[in-house]
């Protein structure tokens, strides 16, 4: 409404100048959930490659040097009835694929019954000294639960289960995408022959493309 002499009234100009403002907010609220939404869909880890870790002597590690390898990522534990005949088996296989294509990596876990008990140091040299372990060993976790490891909990997620005891066994393909997975008391002569399959893959690719 227009005052005597064409000019608005102050309280309508007032309204206009309060609508100007509350619009300017929203776009720029608008714009920064736009941002903010673009960040977070960016750097969100695709694959298990894309997180980082740390080993068992506390130091940090990227998954990322292990991109085009075959990966077989085990929640291991020192006192479970499984202990000794797993350790055996993984170094065994770790051992025979070599480092070049494939390599066993052990995640201490101390969820299952106490069975993973003292320091990640401790836990690693004790592996070596009992059972020759020499594939990567990282700092203990935890697998379940809302302090659940990132980089674990994308394996679990990525088959929609949870392992219910030590020893599950996750098959990480080259691109860092889960294979498939084996529990605890599944023969190890099938995840052998799995492993050994897509190892294979990789070679035969590699010798193409020379």
């Given amino acids: 409404m227009e005052a005597l002499g064409g000019y608005r009234t ?3 100009t007032g309204k206009e100048r309060t609508l100007k403002i509350f619009l300017s ?5 608008g714009g920064l959930f736009l941002v903010q939404h673009k960040l977070t ?6 694959d298990f490659y894309s997180f980082e870790v740390v080993d068992a002597k506390g130091r940090t590690i990227s998954l990322e040097k292990y991109r085009g390898k075959v990966s077989l990522v085990v929640n291991v534990a020192s006192q479970c ?5 797993n350790y055996r088996a993984l170094q065994e296989l770790h051992r025979e694929l070599g480092t070049s294509h494939f390599n066993v990596l052990g995640f201490p876990c101390s969820q ?3 069975t993973e008990q003292g320091t990640s140091r401790d836990i690693e040299a004790w592996t070596k000294a009992t059972y020759g372990v020499t594939f990567p060993f990282f ?3 935890k697998i379940l639960g809302s302090e659940a490891n990132p980089a674990f909990k994308f394996l679990t997620d990525s088959v929609q289960k949870a392992p219910k005891w030590n020893f599950w066994k996750f098959l990480v393909g080259p691109d860092g995408q889960v294979v498939r997975f084996w529990k605890a008391e599944e023969p190890f002569d099938q ?3 799995e492993v050994t399959a ?3 893959q990789i070679i035969l690719k590699k010798r193409q493309e020379l």
């Fill in 41 to 46: 869909r960016t750097t969100k880890p695709k």
């Fill in 198 to 200: 897509q190892v294979r």
């Fill in 10 to 12: 102050k309280s309508s």
């Fill in 81 to 85: 009835e499984l202990t000794e005949k």
């Fill in 25 to 29: 907010l929203a776009v720029c609220m």
């Fill in 112 to 114: 299952f019954g106490n």
């Fill in 191 to 193: 995840i052998r022959q």
């Fill in 139 to 141: 700092s203990k976790i």
